[in-house]
């Protein structure tokens, strides 16, 4: 069994930057691809951005390219987002996710993770 548990959002102007992470705990966690989640007012959960069990590897989706930044620190069993030049339309509660496939790459594909937190409301004004 993996728990996650976010933190770090919060309200900030556009342009501003957060950064989120996400706690890990569980025997296996910090061998288990992460990623992270979000989803706006009335929309649907859009992906983010993941990363490999190592942390070699690592995938964003267009959105967050050139802005956002996955991490991870398998000696803390956490994960990191750094969010950079913010906008508006970042406005959501974010989840950390957590794929349980030891050993493996990472996925943007929602229903491949089998672990949830609880999310964190990041809200970006204009």
């Known amino acids: 069994q993996v728990q996650l548990v976010e933190s770090g959002g919060g309200l900030v102007q556009a342009g501003g930057s957060l950064r989120l992470s996400c706690a890990a705990s569980?025997?296996?966690?910090?061998?288990?691809?992460m990623g992270w989640f979000r989803q706006g007012p009335g929309k649907g959960r859009e992906f983010v951005a993941a990363?490999?069990?190592?942390?070699?590897?690592?995938g964003y989706a267009d959105s967050a390219k050139g802005r956002f930044t996955i991490s991870r620190d398998n000696a803390k069993n956490a994960a990191y987002l750094q969010m950079n030049s913010l906008k508006p339309e970042d406005t959501a509660v974010y989840y950390c996710?957590?794929?349980?496939?030891?050993?493996?790459?990472?996925?943007?594909?929602?229903?491949?993770?089998?672990?949830w937190g609880q999310g964190t409301q990041v809200t970006v004004s204009s």
């Open positions: 569980g025997r296996t966690c910090n061998r288990l691809p």
């Open positions: 990363i490999s069990n190592s942390g070699s590897s690592a």
């Open positions: 996710a957590a794929r349980y496939l030891l050993d493996s790459d990472w996925t943007a594909r929602d229903y491949e993770y089998t672990y």
